[in-house]
């Protein structure tokens, strides 16, 4: 028998996968835009601050491969989900880390999870997207953390809203809350 290649499989328009730090979503994510077969598109949100984020990020892209191509977008998701080419699939890690960003930019949350959520419905590639679940925490003890995490909150949830697919992961194992695993 010769080896062929394994089936592809086919994606929602938009999945979430979520889950707390470790939790292995994105190894998750990474392998239903892999198991598609199509050409892979990394849309990242991770600014590198100081030399331990750049070597997470550097230890991400090695991780992943050559096989991706990688494009940065700490601030602008639906600017970066324009340029993804039809035939593409499309991993986006993640959207904690961009909440974070825009944040942190004094941003207009509303209007940008609004054209975050519009972009995402108007992608031609199949879009999977990483968050972390922060609601199971304890309650921050100041109030921008505090703040973060209830807009953390209301982001998962248009998200998971809109989403397809929503896949929880605790300790590496995925549970399906929505939708089912191709």
Same mark, same amino acid.
């Given at each position: 028998m010769t080896g062929s290649p394994l089936p592809e499989k086919s994606l929602?328009?938009?999945s979430l996968v979520i889950g707390g730090a470790r939790s292995g979503k994105s190894?998750?994510?990474?392998?239903?835009?892999?198991?598609?077969?199509?050409?892979?598109?990394?849309?990242?949100?991770a600014e590198a601050w100081d030399d331990e984020m750049r070597a997470r990020i550097d230890q991400h892209r090695q991780d992943r491969g050559r096989d991706w191509q990688t494009l940065d977008a700490p601030q602008d998701l639906a600017g970066?989900?324009?340029? /993804?080419? @039809?035939?593409?699939?499309? %991993?986006?890690?993640?959207?904690?880390?961009?909440l974070t960003n825009r944040m942190l930019a004094e941003a207009d949350l509303q209007a940008d999870t609004a054209a975050l959520l519009a972009a995402l419905a108007a992608c031609p590639a199949p879009v999977v997207i990483v968050t972390n679940e922060l609601g199971w925490s304890i309650v921050p003890e100041n109030a921008l953390a505090r703040r973060f995490r209830d807009a953390q909150g209301r982001l998962n949830q248009r998200?998971?809203?809109?989403?397809?697919? /929503?896949? @929880?992961?605790?300790s590496? %194992?995925?549970?399906?809350?929505?939708?089912?695993m191709p």
């Open positions: 929602p328009a938009l190894r998750l994510a990474e392998g239903l835009v892999t198991a598609t077969g199509r050409p892979r598109v990394y849309i990242a949100t970066a989900l324009a340029q /993804v080419p @039809a035939g593409a699939a499309v %991993l986006i890690d993640c959207a904690t880390l961009w998200l998971a809203e809109q989403a397809e697919l /929503v896949v @929880a992961v605790i590496g %194992l995925p549970m399906v809350l929505k939708g089912q």
